[in-house]
């Protein structure tokens, strides 16, 4: 018999719940993250060889997911991915030079987010019709730019729920920030913080566990969850991606079935590393995998010690996507690492909060070091990274898939390692143009001049959902203080 598929707190202190439950509660009553209490799904990589990406997403959804789901799972998948949403591959992974660039952007907002936000909106409405909910549901999420694009855009006028986007004001590019702003749909609102990302998802995190909020939740038939990847609807999705683009490779020759690869992934929250982690854990043949960060490099450190130091000062990079200091989702790395230890992640995760700063077992340290390479790049190697890649290949890489290629650079020189290997890439370029126009000219020029410049320059496509957005209306101006959130939050749950 196999294990009901439940899913329990990484800090061991919920009731294992069900896969519904998880999709709509967001994150665990503790403070935890939900992750899988049962054996991950094995995957035989011959059978996934000719599916289309929605059919590839159903199957591997499915071995999470209990039997009186699955039609549900495919009509979500079939929905996301196979429609208008992605071109026809929906993942296209390109050769530039010796590495194998996979292009996570090619969604309704131009960023990797999109892989995962367009899907969890449909998980959620179908946990909502499964459990027979007949509340509202108030969607928050904290955005170092990308999300907050993505789950608007998801969530977008879906039945039953409306969204609420806290991003820093000063802490997002230009091009991120008219794209929330001008956000259309009826269930929408989009709030900038004056503080920086970590003050956002700490400020959200809260809000999910506080009393005050519960109370008003329960008075106004209404309840909170989130569209962060602290939600395991947002891992979920990421996981379809490694084996697909695994896969294309094998299709196309450029290796063949079981060959290890390492993946090279830009990291910030952790989400998309982790998945890949999962991905492997499933039967993926993936080596190593290799986390990029910019100068706030408090991963690299944290993957070459096992120290999880973040008393460290805050950087405003040109990657500002992965401007965060607090990785949510490295908790869940650590929870899987240490054999479903929920009491040790529990008190590992009191010390990050009191002290922090905290530091993994002799044992887990072991086994991190196995699975994951880490390092990272500073606003000039990322500038320098853009400009020699256009010139050694042609291909033009945003600022935070650019700190990938530098460390795969660094990776190559200092490992006897020389194993295929794919960068995601987490942005188009046109998404970080100020940055992407310097790098390749040395001038400087302001956010849409630059669009312009950039294609007159290299002549890549400028991707349809950034195309005159100078000229849409600006919805949203409003600005608070990071303080004021959970206020923020119960005000609009009594305006319901
Ligand atoms: C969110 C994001 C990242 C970081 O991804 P995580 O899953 O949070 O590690 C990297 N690059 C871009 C462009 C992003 O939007």
Known sequence: ???????????????????????????????????????????????????????????????????????????????????????????????????????????????????????????????????????????????????????????????????????????????????????????????????????????????????????????????????????????????????????????????????????????????NALAGFIAKKMGLPVHKFICSSNKNNILTDFFTTGRYDANREFYKTNAPAMDILISSNLERLVWFLSDHNGDQVNQYMTRLKEDGIYEVDPAVFDQIKQYFAAGYASETEVLLAIKDMYEQTGYLLDTHTATGYHVIKKYREESQDSLPVILLATASPYKFPEAVYEALSQNKADEYEAIKKLHDLTHIEIPAPLIDLDQREIRFKEVIKKETIIDFVKEKMTQK
């Open 1 to 271: 018999m196999s294990k009901a598929l439940t899913y329990v707190s990484t800090r061991n202190k919920q009731e294992p719940i069900d896969f519904y439950t998880a999709i709509l509660q967001g994150i665990a009553s503790d403070g935890g993250l939900l992750v899988p209490d049962f054996d991950l799904p094995q995957l035989s990589l011959k059978e996934l060889m000719d599916l289309e990406y929605h059919q590839l997403a159903s199957t591997i959804l499915k071995g999470f997911v209990p039997k009186d789901g699955h039609l549900l799972i495919e009509e979500a998948c079939k929905s996301a991915y196979g429609g208008s949403l992605f071109p026809k591959e929906v993942v296209p992974v390109k050769k530039a030079g010796d590495i194998f660039v996979a292009e996570l952007f090619q969604g309704p907002t131009a960023a990797f987010k999109d892989m995962a936000l367009t899907l969890l909106p449909h998980l959620m409405t179908l946990s909502l019709k499964v459990k027979k909910e007949a509340r509202d549901v108030m969607i928050l999420a904290a955005t170092s730019g990308d999300t907050g694009k993505a789950a608007l855009e998801g969530f977008k006028d879906v039945e039953g729920t409306s969204i609420k986007v806290f991003y820093p004001s000063d802490g997002v590019s230009a091009i991120q920030k008219q794209q929330m702003i001008t956000q259309e749909g009826k269930n929408v609102e989009v709030i900038g913080i004056d503080g920086n990302f970590d003050d956002a998802q700490t400020a959200v995190k809260q809000a999910f566990n506080d009393a005050s909020i519960k109370a008003v939740s329960k008075a106004h038939q209404i309840f909170l969850s989130s569209a962060n990847s602290i939600n395991i609807g947002r891992l979920l999705p990421q996981i379809v991606y490694y084996f697909y683009t695994y896969l294309s490779l094998v299709k196309r020759k450029e290796i063949q079935l079981y060959d290890e690869v390492d993946f090279c992934i830009p990291s910030g929250n952790f989400g």
